[in-house]
């Protein structure tokens, strides 16, 4: 059985005062680092979000100053091919020119070529028609 002296009660006050002892020796200091442990992971989680949603940002920046890019190189690349069309146009125009121009003068210079070798054979009509009947015939006349 049990018996209630006095040592019962001084176990209870030991126990008691061990308690609070080792609770503040122990319990607290350990709790203590878990708090500060939790808040820094808590910080660290935070700045961590913060970083990602920078990065998510900047990558949105990135890929609408990239798509701007494509535009503005398309847009440039247009107005170039525009401006060889315009330049190949003109060119084809000059070049078109110049051969009329050389085609007339051709003509004029073959035209006039012809009418010298006209002019020499009509001199020279008489000789030829004899020189076909000699042949014809097989004598001079």
Not at 9 to 36: C, D, G, S, W, Y
Not at 86 to 97: G, H, N, R
């Amino acid at each position: 059985m049990i018996k209630l002296d006095i040592t019962l009660f001084i176990q209870i006050i030991e126990a008691l005062l061990m308690t609070f002892i080792l609770h503040q020796i122990l319990i607290k200091p350990v709790m203590a680092t878990i708090r500060e442990r939790r808040n820094q992971f808590q910080a660290l989680e935070k700045e961590t979000e913060e970083l990602l949603a920078s990065a998510d940002e900047a990558i949105k920046k990135y890929q609408s100053e990239l798509e701007r890019a494509r535009r503005e190189g398309i847009q440039k690349r247009e107005a170039l091919k525009e401006e060889a069309r315009k330049f190949e146009k003109e060119l084809i125009a000059k070049v078109m020119k110049e051969v009329e121009e050389y085609k007339a003068k051709w003509a004029k210079d073959f035209s006039a070529q012809l009418a010298q070798i006209r002019a020499k054979l009509m001199e020279q009509k008489e000789m030829f028609a004899n020189l076909i009947v000699e042949r014809l015939l097989g004598r001079k006349v």
